[in-house]
């Protein structure tokens, strides 16, 4: 089983990094294919917690060959303060591995990710403000820098150059701002490329000879279904393809050579930033989900709203992604409340709908459809097999299971490596 991937199954935050974490022992490779420092992933090991952004969490296991795929969009100061810091920490990074195809975040375009968004007021998306969707859209326009450009300074201020051109007419006669320089953009592009030259790699090439080798390599995904760019609650999505397709494109390792898509969810569902969210609770059982879940954003420090589970959700991720195993997480979080309603479908003006509505006004006017479950009181954190929790959390998790199309093979209760309770393997 070489090739097996990670991804969200709601709006991002489900505990991605926790999970890739995990498998880092039994993994060769873990590479991030999509996304950039908009992710957050907090990880915890033996009390110590590590805050990731840009680089994949496998960079924490001592074994893990860690990658940076074509897929993702770099900012080379987070990438480097980021490496710092967890040298600093003696965390070895030394086999990071950084596509020469993947796209570089020009200081122009976290500019304009903020300049747009006071721009849309009202309709803003409320993004990370790193520069994502702009350097996304640079991609797709053809005027983006990749990492292969800033080891040639002509090749490099040729494509500044483009790229400015039209950006500083939209700067200056739109947003009312200064026009950035080439020089200045040309030199701050620079300033890291020496020391990222010895990462820079042909990954694909890389991954796809790691993979003949038998060796086993994992993708993690950055973001979620929910806010993938072709299947998320357009507009309110993120600017990369966040689901189990992403991986491809963003990695150059072929869909026939994928075996196992993991699906990471949430005992509940959290979203941050604007956009639709049917189970959202804005009243005080809100407070306790985000309070005793610490949802707060790792990237921003943003309140996540926060609702119950939505199984219509889950069975669309489960669908789009193809998933083979649901990992849910934090069902500790849980513990103490009475009664755990879950959406089973949605009412939109009337008529059920059992599935995701294709049209995205009818996902705006969605209101849940809720079945509720008995909850527990017992402490479920020291719970290491399925018989360990009580008998309505194993209820609820067999209840979600039949509800989300895809079976549970391990279920979080704690943020730590080893609270996990494993249902099947996950790898093998
Ligand atoms: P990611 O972006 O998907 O990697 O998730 P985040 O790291 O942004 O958010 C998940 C948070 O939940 C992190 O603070 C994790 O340490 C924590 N976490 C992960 N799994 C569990 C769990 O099973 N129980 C609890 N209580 N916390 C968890
Ligand atoms: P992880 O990997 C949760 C959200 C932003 C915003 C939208 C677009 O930690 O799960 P962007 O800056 O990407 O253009 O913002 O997407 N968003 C996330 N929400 N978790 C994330 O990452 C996110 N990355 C982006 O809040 O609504
Ligand atoms: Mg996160």
Redesign the pocket.
């Known amino acids: 089983m070489p090739a097996v991937v990670v991804v969200g199954a709601q709006w991002?935050?489900e505990g991605?990094?926790k999970a890739t974490d995990q498998l880092g022992a039994q993994v060769d490779y873990v590479v991030k294919f999509n996304g950039g420092n908009n992710?957050?992933?907090?990880v915890v090991i033996d009390g110590e917690k590590y805050a990731l952004h840009l680089l994949p969490s496998g960079i924490l296991s001592p074994g893990v060959t860690p990658v940076i795929g074509n897929g993702v969009v770099i900012d080379l100061e987070v990438l480097f303060q980021e490496i710092d810091a967890l040298v600093t920490r003696g965390v070895d990074v030394s086999r990071l591995l950084v596509s020469s195809a993947a796209h570089v975040i020009a200081p122009y375009n976290r500019t304009i990710d903020k300049v747009t968004e006071r721009f849309l007021g009202k309709r803003k998306i409320g993004t990370t403000g790193r520069g994502i969707g702009p350097t996304y859209a640079d991609k797709i326009n053809r005027v983006g820098i990749r990492v292969q450009d800033l080891f040639d300074e002509n090749i490099l201020r040729q494509k500044v150059e483009g790229a400015l051109d039209q950006k500083n007419h939209l700067l200056v006669k739109v947003y009312n701002r200064r026009a950035i320089t080439v020089e200045e953009t040309v030199e701050d592009l620079l300033r890291y490329a020496e020391r990222l030259r010895p990462m820079v790699a042909d990954t694909p090439l890389i991954l796809n000879r790691a993979l003949d080798a038998g060796k086993i390599v994992l993708f993690e995904g950055g973001q979620a279904t929910m806010l993938d760019v072709d299947h998320g609650t357009y507009p309110f999505v993120t600017s990369s393809n966040a689901t189990a397709g992403g991986v491809c494109t963003g990695s150059g390792v072929g869909p026939t050579r994928i075996d196992r898509v993991i699906g990471v969810v949430k005992a509940y569902a959290t979203r941050v930033g604007e956009g639709p969210f049917p189970t959202e609770l804005l009243d005080e059982m809100g407070e306790f989900l985000r309070a005793t879940g610490g949802e707060f954003?790792?990237?921003t420090g943003r309140p996540r709203r926060c609702g119950w589970y939505d199984a219509v959700v889950a069975r669309y991720s489960s669908r789009i992604n193809g998933l083979t195993d649901f990992v849910l997480t934090k069902l500790d979080v849980l513990t103490g409340l009475e009664k755990i309603p879950v959406c089973v479908a949605y009412d939109v003006d009337g008529v059920r709908y059992d599935e995701m509505p294709a049209d995205q006004s009818n996902f705006h006017h969605a209101k849940p459809v809720l079945v509720e479950y008995d909850g527990w009181t017992e402490d479920i954190t020291q719970a290491r097999t399925f018989e360990d929790l009580p008998v309505n959390a194993q209820r609820y998790v067999l209840a979600l299971e039949e509800l989300s199309g895809t079976r549970i093979s391990a279920i979080g209760v704690g943020p730590g490596r080893d609270a996990t309770i494993l249902r099947h393997d996950l790898i093998g």
Do not use: E, L, R
């Open positions: 991002g935050d991605k990094g992710a957050g992933h907090t954003g790792v990237t």
